[in-house]
């Protein structure tokens, strides 16, 4: 019988993806079948030089992801086709045009030193008004006041950025001037900078002037799908391999998952988590959700999103004061009571979607004397559970019901949670069993461009997945997610009387907006 994987025809050519994260930079090679047959990742840091502050080093990010391609050209030389690249997003570098080289450390996604910016520009009035054109409420997680922050460095009064000699952006933008020498920046990430006029795809003059990031800094708007000039500075790399694939880290999952239709909800679960799925353009969301786009390809594909700030991170963070890696929390978790009493509410830079509430700070609630790691690790993990479902909560066409949920990420590897996440938001969960989904759909999307595979290819290469059924109790469950509401009431700072209303609540209250 004919081998019938998609590219099973003797085609030797390879795709190079990679996947540019908060605490490693990783590569994977796919072959033309679709298999992946070689990975490697290389760590990187990350520093917090004050509260608030999280910062990396830029050339060490581009230093990673040369290391990645070098090493896989050592072993793939010639057969290499293209480069993919996902990457993360909303995070902001400023270098000099001429040398290429930094000029400040770079801010990341997580950074909340702008809050105050932020707060003077909503008490301004201007907050509704970025909301309708960005799709984004006004908040310091997006690139634009880090990007004001950064020329408030480097360049106060902005005469240089104005003669062209500064560049700003986010990573991918990065990575591919480095590469290629082109100051471009992929749409879906151009749209997470807050900079972005959702409705002309472009630029907004507006925006770029209450911001004060003058034009002539911002790379150009480019397709997910746009051929790069060649790749230079790669050894081993052939002369003529270019990137023809770019997509944030959420979107490239999305993308990996065989998403191309409205209807379906994916979660990936990181060091924060991404709530994800395509909208069809409509302009009535939830209070707690985001426009955003998905990919161009060429044309613009919008999606809805829901940003958890702190997930993965929670766990890492716990490990941290109690000595123990995450693996091990895990088991202590799982041998916990489920009726343990307490709350943590991981609010260590405000809260994300759906509350988008800078103001919030981290809750540990509900503990006495005899709480032990065990308890205090199930409410860490039982926190992930809760905000993805909060978001879920606000997904969906006009309030419609999300029943079954595509997950991703590390942490979704861990069976446990991917129960307790079924049963505790009462959707079926359905897992992607394949490693590096970011990576893997950033290979697929290039692979495609470069001819490859056709689109119908790329969704037969979804891979393996596991599905987990609602299997806990209802009254249960419910139960659970009123005491976690209360505990935000209180990381929140609510009134007794705002508390108890949301205590009884056994969803959160979304009004909808219209983000036209």
């Known amino acids: 019988m004919a081998d019938e994987r998609p590219g099973a025809t003797g085609d030797d050519r390879v795709v190079v993806a990679v996947d540019q994260g908060t605490s ?54 010639d057969r290499v086709a293209c480069i993919g690249l996902s990457t993360q997003r909303e995070s902001a570098v400023v270098w000099d045009r001429s040398t290429g080289r930094p000029l400040a450390p770079l801010l990341g996604w997580q950074d909340r030193r702008t809050t105050a910016l932020c707060s003077a520009l909503a008490e301004a009035g201007h907050a509704e008004r970025v909301r309708r054109v960005t799709g984004l409420p006004l908040d310091p997680m997006f690139s634009a006041l880090k990007f004001r922050w950064l020329l408030d460095a480097v360049d106060p009064d902005r005469a240089r950025s104005r003669r062209g ?6 990573v991918d933008s990065w990575l591919v001037a480095s590469l290629t020498g082109e100051h471009r920046v992929e749409l879906g990430n151009a749209s ?15 925006l770029l002037d209450l911001f004060d990031v003058p034009v002539e800094t911002l790379p150009e708007v480019s397709p997910s799908t746009r051929v790069s000039a060649p790749v230079t500075g790669v050894a081993g790399l052939g002369p003529d391999v270019r990137v ?18 409205p209807g379906q909800v994916k979660v990936t679960y990181g060091t924060g988590s991404s709530i994800m799925g395509l909208s069809g353009g409509a302009a009535v969301l939830g209070a707690g959700l985001v426009r955003t786009v998905a990919w161009a390809d060429p ?39 489920a009726d343990h009493g307490v709350d943590l509410v991981p609010a260590f830079a405000g809260l994300g979607a759906p509350w988008w509430d800078e103001s919030a700070v981290a809750v540990l609630s509900g503990f006495d004397l005899g709480t032990d790691a065990g308890v205090l690790s199930r409410a860490a993990f039982e ?20 029943g079954t949920v ?50 119908a290819d790329t969704t037969a290469l979804r891979g393996d997945r596991t599905r987990f059924d609602v299997q806990g109790d209802e009254d249960a469950a419910r139960a659970r997610r009123a005491r976690w509401l209360a505990a935000l009431a209180r990381s929140r700072s609510r009134s007794p009387s705002e508390s108890a209303a949301a205590a009884t609540a056994p969803r959160p209250s979304l009004s909808p907006v219209v983000a036209s």
Not at 165 to 170: F, L, P, W
Request: aromatic share 4%; glycine share 10%.
């Open 383 to 402: 926190s992930i559970v809760l905000q993805v479902d909060d978001v879920l909560s606000a997904v969906g066409e006009h309030g419609d019901h999300v």
């Open 192 to 206: 997470r900078t807050q900079l972005l006029d959702l409705d002309s795809a472009a630029w907004s003059p507006e």
């Open 299 to 337: 044309e613009p594909v919008e999606a809805f999103e829901g940003n958890i700030l702190s997930t993965g991170a929670t766990v890492a963070w716990l490990g941290r004061l109690l000595g123990r890696t995450p693996d091990e929390l895990a088991v202590l978790a799982q041998a916990a009571p």
């Open 24 to 77: 490693s930079t990783k590569a994977l090679v796919v072959d033309a079948s679709g298999a992946v047959v070689w990975s490697t990742s290389v760590a990187i840091g990350q520093s917090h030089p004050a509260v608030g502050h999280v910062e990396q080093d830029a050339d060490e990010i581009l230093a990673s992801v040369v290391r990645c391609l070098e090493a896989a050209a050592a072993v793939y030389g």
């Open 406 to 455: 595509l997950a991703d990420g590390g942490p979704s590897r861990n069976d446990w949670l991917m129960q307790l996440q079924a049963d505790l938001g009462g959707r079926v969960v359905v897992r992607s069993d394949t490693a590096e989904l970011s990576a893997r759909g950033a290979a697929q999307l290039a692979g495609r461009t470069a001819g490859l595979w056709s689109d």
């Open 244 to 261: 023809t694939g770019v997509l944030g880290d959420s979107h490239a999952a999305l993308f990996a998952h065989g998403v191309r239709a």
């Open 165 to 170: 000699e500064v560049a700003v952006g986010t």
